[in-house]
């Protein structure tokens, strides 16, 4: 079993198991977890593994322990807006205001010359629309890096991509899918990008092109029972791609509403389990 050596007086060690190091770790507010990144490069590196991340956050979230992210934009010249500065708070029902700042205002991509654009958000983490695309943790200011396959696809015929961030439960991973023009054979695929493994792959042709009147912003997408659905609206069909599968279907629409009154899409479906 893999120890942690810590160094308790200046003539003594205690060996202790990496399990329990991380066990004790996950316990600890957000604030405290990051100072121990000083402590040491093993430290730093558990600190931010996805492992401890994923254990930090069930707890967070089974007791009821929220993260806000505030972050002041301003308008560039071109290509989006520019993230001038984070601040990140803890819920702590302790506080009189039942907030906690766990890190003061910083300015994390102060050097660059080009707009940022948030594309999506799970968990805490931001898809940013740099070049190549990242997956930002604003917590420990790490950023994970796309294959060039994925980036030189999307940026060829720009503002066409559409994404989808979510985490898949079934695998215990995050999961960024993207819908990218295919010019050459004059269509579109869905490429998905597992955080974990660091791997790319094309899952399959988009079965519709984009003048079929398809809803595929990542606004419209909605989520149901396990797949991501967005609706051809043309004929009423739905196009729904599995996210545990990694394939996608097509079915008719019931023809059972009134086309002049037709609400929000996004608000007449719902999940069946």
Same mark, same amino acid.
């Given at each position: 079993m893999p120890q942690?050596?810590?160094?308790?007086?200046?003539?003594?060690?205690?060996?202790?198991?990496?399990?329990?190091?991380?066990?004790i770790l996950r316990c600890l507010p957000v604030k405290s977890l990051l100072r121990f990144r000083c402590a040491s490069q093993t430290w730093r590196s558990l600190v931010d593994s996805s492992y401890l991340v994923k254990l930090h956050l069930a707890r967070s979230i089974e007791e009821n322990k929220l993260m806000i992210v505030f972050i002041t934009t301003s308008k560039g010249v071109e290509d989006g807006s520019f993230i001038d500065s984070v601040d990140i708070y803890a819920v702590d029902d302790d506080k009189d205001n039942g907030l906690i700042q766990i890190k003061q205002r910083f300015q994390p991509f102060k050097s660059r010359k080009r707009g940022t654009r948030i594309l999506g958000s799970c968990n805490g983490m931001l898809v940013l629309d740099h070049k190549p695309l990242?997956?930002?943790?604003?917590?420990?200011?790490?950023?994970?890096?796309?294959?060039?396959?994925?980036?030189?696809?999307?940026?060829?015929?720009?503002?066409s991509f559409r994404?989808?961030?979510?985490?898949?439960?079934?695998?215990?991973?995050?999961?960024?899918? #993207?819908? &990218?023009?295919?010019?050459?054979?004059?269509?579109?695929? @869905?490429?998905?990008?597992? +955080?974990? /493994?660091d791997h790319l792959t094309t899952v399959h042709r988009w079965p519709l092109e984009e003048d079929e009147g398809c809803l595929c912003e990542p606004e419209?997408?909605?989520?149901?029972? #396990?797949? &991501?659905?967005?609706?051809?609206?043309?004929?009423?069909? @739905?196009?729904?791609?599995? +996210?545990? /599968?990694?394939?996608?279907?097509?079915?008719?629409?019931?023809?059972?509403?009134?086309?002049?009154?037709?609400?929000?899409w996004d608000e007449c479906t719902t999940s069946v389990h």
């Open positions: 942690l050596i810590v160094r308790a007086t200046m003539s003594s060690t205690i060996s202790l198991p990496l399990d329990i190091v991380t066990d990242e997956i930002w943790n604003p917590l420990t200011e790490k950023c994970y890096t796309l294959p060039a396959q994925s980036s030189s696809v999307v940026y060829r015929h720009g503002f994404s989808y961030f979510y985490y898949d439960a079934s695998s215990n991973t995050h999961k960024l899918l #993207g819908k &990218v023009p295919d010019l050459v054979r004059d269509t579109y695929e @869905l490429q998905l990008y597992n +955080l974990e /493994t419209d997408f909605v989520l149901v029972n #396990g797949a &991501v659905v967005c609706w051809k609206t043309w004929d009423d069909d @739905l196009v729904a791609f599995d +996210l545990r /599968t990694d394939e996608y279907y097509q079915f008719q629409f019931p023809d059972v509403h009134d086309d002049a009154s037709w609400p929000g």
